[in-house]
Nanobody
Framework: QVQLVESGGGLVQPGGSLRLSCAASGSIFNIYAMGWYRQAPGKQRELVASISNGARTNYQDSVKGRFTISRDNAKNTVYLQMNSLKPDDTAVYYC?????????????WGQGTQVIVSS
């Protein structure tokens, strides 16, 4: 019913930047929340940033001032601009989308994109 396609991960040196994208397609509509989570080896998945359909944003403290989440409602796409990257940002990043399909509410996850911050 809902497909999420992520892109933009990769290897970057400390202090560098990456931009992640996640496009939702299928029968989803009225997407009320979009977000990015990450999971480092041996750690639990954690929220990085989220954005509502009213463009209200929320960030994990460790990324405030460095990461910016945004969305393009016309394209059902969420972005995560990551600047001043640190080795601790190394993780698999997953997008999360919450909205509706005709049968009711739905929550979908992307397949994950690897981000490695290393010199």
């Amino acid at each position: 019913q809902v497909q999420l396609v992520e892109s933009g991960g990769g290897l970057v040196q400390p202090g560098g930047s990456l931009r992640l994208s996640c496009a939702a397609s299928g029968s989803i509509f009225n997407i009320y929340a979009m977000g990015w989570y990450r999971q480092a080896p041996g750690k639990q998945r954690e929220l990085v940033a989220s954005i509502s359909n009213g463009a209200r944003t929320n960030y994990q403290d460790s990324v405030k001032g460095r990461f910016t989440i945004s969305r393009d409602n016309a394209k059902n796409t969420v972005y995560l601009q990551m600047n001043s990257l640190k080795p601790d940002d190394t993780a698999v990043y997953y997008c999360n989308v919450q909205g509706y399909v005709f049968s009711g509410r739905v929550e979908s996850w992307g397949q994950g994109t690897q981000v490695i911050v290393s010199s």
